[in-house]
């Protein structure tokens, strides 16, 4: 069992900064790709970004694209989500998500209970 635990959101103004942290708790982290979701009020979750187990292979939305960076550090079992150039419209509830023996999160294995981030316009 593998327990997910997001810090970092808060309320940030329009082209702000925010550095999202998930760890992880119960197992090893190293053998699961790790992605974040968002859901913003009367919309489905979607997918933002993920990361290979190895740290090697990423992949983003577009519409976050060449603003936010996720990476990892396994020896701390934690990973991060770096947001600049904040838009109202990412103002979200950002959840942490793993999927073991894939190279992708497609179909989570774990949640975390997520983190509301708020960008003011």
């Known amino acids: 069992q593998v327990q997910l635990v997001e810090s970092g959101g808060g309320l940030v103004q329009a082209g702000g900064s925010l550095r999202l942290s998930c760890a992880a708790s119960?197992?090893?982290?190293?053998?699961?790709?790790m992605g974040w979701f968002r859901q913003a009020p009367g919309k489905e979750r979607e997918f933002v970004a993920d990361?290979?187990?190895?740290?090697?292979?990423?992949a983003y939305a577009d519409s976050v694209k060449g603003r936010f960076t996720i990476s990892r550090d396994n020896a701390k079992n934690t990973i991060f989500l770096r947001m600049n150039s904040l838009k109202p419209e990412d103002t979200a509830v950002y959840y942490c998500?793993?999927?073991?023996?894939?190279?992708?999160?497609?179909?989570?294995?774990?949640w975390g209970q997520g983190t509301q981030v708020t960008v003011s316009s």
């Open positions: 119960g197992r090893t982290l190293s053998n699961y790709a």
């Open positions: 990361i290979s187990w190895g740290g090697t292979i990423t």
């Open positions: 998500a793993a999927e073991g023996h894939s190279w992708r999160v497609s179909r989570p294995d774990y």
